[in-house]
């Protein structure tokens, strides 16, 4: 069993920044985040792999980034130019090595307003 703790979430003014970190136990192959606004499905954020491997959704290529600290079993996202759109309950997200099984955490939100 795999868990994830979350942290990092608030209430930031457009164009600000929040960083949200997330600490898995075990050993993993994947971490990530998704997120969910009201009355929308879960999405793609951002995925790195133990490798370093990275993957974005296209909404928040140039804006924000994904890192993992292997040794702390650690993954952040720093998120800069924060938009209203990017509004939502984040979750992380593992996956471990040759398993197909999805962990996730119970969710940070994320609000950007004025």
């Known amino acids: 069993q795999v868990q994830l703790v979350e942290s990092g979430g608030g209430l930031v003014q457009p164009g600000g920044s929040l960083r949200l970190s997330c600490v898995a136990s075990?050993?993993?192959?994947?971490l990530g985040w998704y997120r969910q606004a009201p009355g929308k499905q879960r999405e793609l954020v951002a995925t790195?792999?133990?490798?370093?491997?990275?993957n974005y959704a296209d909404s928040v290529k140039g804006r924000f980034t994904i890192s993992r600290d292997n040794a702390k079993n650690t993954v952040y996202l720093q998120m800069n130019s924060l938009k209203p759109e990017d509004t939502a309950a984040y979750y992380c997200?593992?996956?471990?090595?040759?398993?197909?099984?999805?962990?996730w955490g119970q969710g940070t939100q994320v609000t950007v307003s004025s």
């Open positions: 790195i792999t133990s490798t370093g491997t990275s």
């Open positions: 075990g050993s993993i192959f994947s």
């Open positions: 997200y593992a996956r471990r090595y040759f398993s197909s099984t999805e962990y």
